[in-house]
C-alpha cells in the first residue's frame, strides 16, 4: 500500500487524513463480484461501513445494490447512482420521515424489525397510494462467534423480530394490503471469521423459509446479511477476504428454490483494507513505566480501538527501512479521554516528532464512526491513482 513514492507524497499532506488506496479497493470489489456472480447470488453493500463518495461511486459501478440503515443513505445511495431496484433499507428505528423517504423513492425493500413497524409502512403506504416491498428481519439466535459488542442475531439483541412472534406477523400481513412481502431477512453480526457460523445462519434460515411456506407465504428473497471478516493483523499479505469460501458456504447449505433470489449485505470486507489514517507525531514522551507516542490523530477520527478495543496494525511510514531498535510505545491521541488509544506497547523503530505514522486497516467504520468532539476538524481523504 506504501511504496516511497506514495509516502513521499504524504509529506505535502496535511495530517491527520484518510489514504484511500483504489487499486486495493478495486481488486477487493473484483473478487466479490466475481465469487458471488458464480452462484448467482446479489450483493448489496453496506453504506454504514463507508459512505465517502469516491468509494460508493466505484462501488456502483461494479452493479452492486446498496444497503441503507437511514433515509440519509438513502438518499445517498441514490444520488451516487445505485439503482433504486437495489436499494434495501434496515434500521431497527425507521422515522416516518425516513419511511416516506424510501417510499417516494420507490426502493426495492424495507427489512422490517417490528410488528408495529409493518403497521406504520402500511398505513405510509396507503398514504401515499403506493405497495411498499418488505422482508421480515428475524433474529435467527445464532451466535455469531465475534466480539460481543458486535453480535446482532442473539435473543438478547435489539434488531429483528424473533421467531416466537412470527405468527403475529402472518397475522399482520394479512391486514396490510399496502404491504408486498418479498422474503426474509437476517444479519446476525460483523467480523464473523468462522465459516461454521454461517453454515449454522444457513441451517436456521432454511428452517424459517419453511415455516414461512406452511404459512402461505411464498419466499421470493433470501438476505442473509453481512458480516464477513478481514485479516487486521495481517493487511498486506491477506488484503482480500476469502470471499469463494463464503458464498460457497451458502450454495451448499441454503435451501434456494428454483427462481428464489439470494441476497448478501457486505459492508466491512469490501472496504476495510482500502484504507488507512495517516497521522503525524506530535510528541514523543518517556515515562517513567511508559513511553508515549502522541498522534495528532485519535479517537475523533478512528473509534473503534477505543469502542471495542478493536486492533489495527501501526506502522511508522517515516522508518519503514528500521526494523531494529525497536522501542514500544502506547500510541496514543490528542483527544482529552484517557481510553484515547490506539494500542498500548507497540513495538515501533524509536520515533520522532514529524514521523508520519499509519493505523491500517482503517477503510470500514472508520472515517464514517469520526466526530467533532473536542472541536475537530474532520480529516480529509486522500486517493492514489485506480
Ligand atoms: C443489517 C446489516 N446488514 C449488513 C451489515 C454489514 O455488516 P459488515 O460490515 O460486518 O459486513 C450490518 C452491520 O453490521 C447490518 O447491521
Ligand atoms: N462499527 C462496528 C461494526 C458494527 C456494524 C454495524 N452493525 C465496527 O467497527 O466493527
Known sequence: MFNPDTINRFQSVDTPFYYYDMGVLRQTLEAC?????????????AMKANFNP?????IQSFGFGADCVSGGEVKAAI???????????????????????????????FNVESV???HIINDLAKAKNKTAGIAIRINPNVDAHTHHFITTGLDENKFGINTWQLNDVVEALRSCPNLQFLGIHFHIG???????????????????QTWFEDHGLQ????????????????????????????????????????GQEVHFELGRALVAQSASLISRVLYVKNGQKKN????DAGMTELMRPMLYQAYHEIENLSRKSESESATHYDVVGPICESTDCFRKDVELPESFRGDLIAVRTAGAYGEVMASGYNLRDRAPSVYSEV
Open 219 to 258: 419466499v421470493k428473497v433470501l438476505n442473509t446479511g453481512g458480516g464477513l471478516g478481514v485479516d487486521y493483523y495481517n493487511p498486506d499479505t491477506n488484503t482480500i477476504s476469502d470471499f469463494e469460501s463464503y458464498f460457497k458456504v451458502f450454495k451448499d447449505f441454503l435451501n434456494v428454490k428454483p
Open 190 to 208: 460483523s467480523q464473523i471469521t468462522d465459516m461454521e457460523v454461517y453454515k449454522s445462519l444457513c441451517i436456521r434460515v432454511n428452517e424459517i
Open 79 to 109: 444520488e451516487h447512482g445505485f439503482s433504486k431496484t437495489k436499494v434495501v433499507f434496515a434500521g431497527v428505528g425507521k422515522s416516518d420521515r425516513e419511511i416516506n423517504l424510501g417510499l417516494d423513492a420507490d426502493i426495492f425493500c
Open 33 to 45: 463480484h466475481n465469487a458471488s456472480a458464480k452462484y448467482g447470488f446479489h450483493v448489496h453493500y
Open 54 to 58: 469516491k468509494v460508493l461511486e466505484m
Open 292 to 295: 508515549f507516542l502522541v498522534l
Open 116 to 118: 408495529q413497524e409493518l
